[in-house]
């Protein structure tokens, strides 16, 4: 199955694409979609490079699904609503080229990668290198959206098992004060 997965950013949005047989995992591209041919201030523009980019290589590479970083909030408030619509750009891409999405956070990558949640980018750098038998070092949004490619490939499955048997059921909670449903 061949996997997209991406790291999105309003400057920088990382992409990376592997082919996972089973357990097996080998590389087929990565690289960085950039917006800083345009204005800063020019937020529609930007969103549209991003949104065309990451049509392009759907269209390139032919992924049979895609994943996508979860984006948190940071320090600064508009910092992450500008990142949030970078995500957003990348996700209507991807979902009007009609590819199942799934979406990770970046501990769950660097968990599934390195082995723990707070490991520094240039870890995920040299894990990706060996888990892809790269000859050099990705780029570090690349890395990223390999990494989120290969977490994926993992837990992807798992995942999807787990989701079909099991129904989310309505439960009531602290019956004695009225409780809660949900």
């Given at each position: 199955m061949r996997i997209l997965g991406i790291d999105p950013g309003l400057q920088t949005t990382g992409f990376g694409v592997i082919d996972a047989d089973g357990p097996r995992?080998?590389?087929v591209a990565s690289g960085t979609i950039r917006t800083n041919a345009v204005a800063s201030g020019q937020l529609p523009q930007r969103l549209k490079i991003i949104f065309d980019g990451v049509r392009e290589v759907v269209a390139r590479y032919q992924p049979k699904c895609a994943a996508v970083e979860i984006v948190f909030v940071n320090v600064n408030p508009q910092s992450t609503l500008?990142?949030?619509q970078a995500r957003g750009a990348a996700l209507t891409s991807l979902v009007s080229c009609d590819l199942e999405v799934a979406e990770y956070t970046a501990l769950q990558m660097k968990k599934a990668v390195v082995g723990h949640g707070r490991a520094?980018?240039?870890?995920v750098q040299l894990m990706v290198q060996r888990?892809?038998?790269l000859p050099g070092l990705p780029g570090t949004d690349a890395a990223d959206a390999l990494g989120i490619a290969i977490m994926h490939a993992h837990a992807g499955a798992s995942?999807?098992?787990?989701a079909k048997s099991t129904t989310l059921t309505r439960r009531t909670h602290a019956q004695f004060g009225g409780g809660r449903t949900y």
């Open positions: 995992l080998s590389y500008l990142l949030g520094s980018k240039s870890q888990l892809l038998a995942f999807a098992a787990m």
